[in-house]
């Protein structure tokens, strides 16, 4: 049995914040794999289900996000779990918007769920890091975090957690590089609203933009150029 534990903080009130892509992330899987239905155990809500023929079980802590680890960590010790039996999927603001990457162990990043995480659970379990970008200024990032998703984001957050629920069968099995390569197949092949743009921060499709037939380049070799095709100059 493995553990696929979602972070987020409860409430209605949290449920569209950047912070909580970890619980859509584990919701996108139950509903992509056919979960029982979501019930209330280990101060956590749980669904029991089948990914790639292995059992998992999905875990949303209720405990807010700081102390995610108290809850997953009773999970844990009830069925007598190691680290290596354990995945988290959360936000993380270091990655550009729409990026995904696994690691297995390692330090918190300054993310509070995480830090309870390797508290309660010890520090080899997987982490897959969800990119909501890092907005300009620190002072910025709380409201960023904690701020709901904003509509031009809505396609590229929907697209990778579907590829995420998609390809969970992969994370299970513990072919991350796949897993990674899978998910970012998807967003490059993406029409959905929002997932151009996330895919232009990321880096693709960057480069100087094209010269249109007959324009002149901007940049140091302008005035040449506008001399050589008769546009003026001394």
């Not at 995480?117 to 969800?130: K, M, N, P, Q, S």
């Not at 899978?182 to 232009?200: E, I, N």
């Amino acid at each position: 049995m493995q553990i696929i534990a979602g972070l987020g903080n409860p409430g209605d009130r949290h449920a569209g914040q950047r912070h909580n892509i970890g619980f859509m992330a584990a919701d996108a899987i139950a509903r992509r794999h056919g979960f029982a239905s979501w019930k209330s155990k280990f101060r956590s809500a749980i669904a029991d289900g089948r990914v790639g023929g292995s059992r998992v079980l999905l875990i949303k802590p209720q405990t807010y996000m700081n102390l995610s680890g108290e809850a997953i960590g009773e999970a844990m010790r009830f069925y007598k779990l190691a680290a290596g039996d354990l995945t988290v999927i959360y936000d993380e603001i270091d990655l550009v918007a729409g990026k995904v990457r696994v690691k297995t162990g390692g330090g918190a990043g300054g993310h509070n769920g995480i830090k309870s995480t390797i508290a309660h659970c010890g520090d080899e379990f997987h982490r897959v890091r969800l990119g909501i970008g890092r907005p300009a200024g620190r002072a910025a990032v709380n409201k960023h975090v904690l701020g709901d998703f904003a509509k031009a984001d809505i396609g590229w957050r929907d697209a990778l957690i579907d590829a995420v629920a998609d390809n969970a069968d992969l994370l299970v099995s513990g072919d991350h590089s796949t897993f990674m390569n899978r998910v970012s197949l998807a967003m490059q092949a993406s029409d959905a609203p929002g997932a151009k743009a996330a895919k232009t921060k990321s880096g693709t499709g960057s480069g100087p933009k094209p010269v249109k037939p007959g324009e002149p380049a901007a940049g140091p070799m302008a005035g040449l150029l506008a001399k050589l095709l008769g546009r003026g100059g001394d």
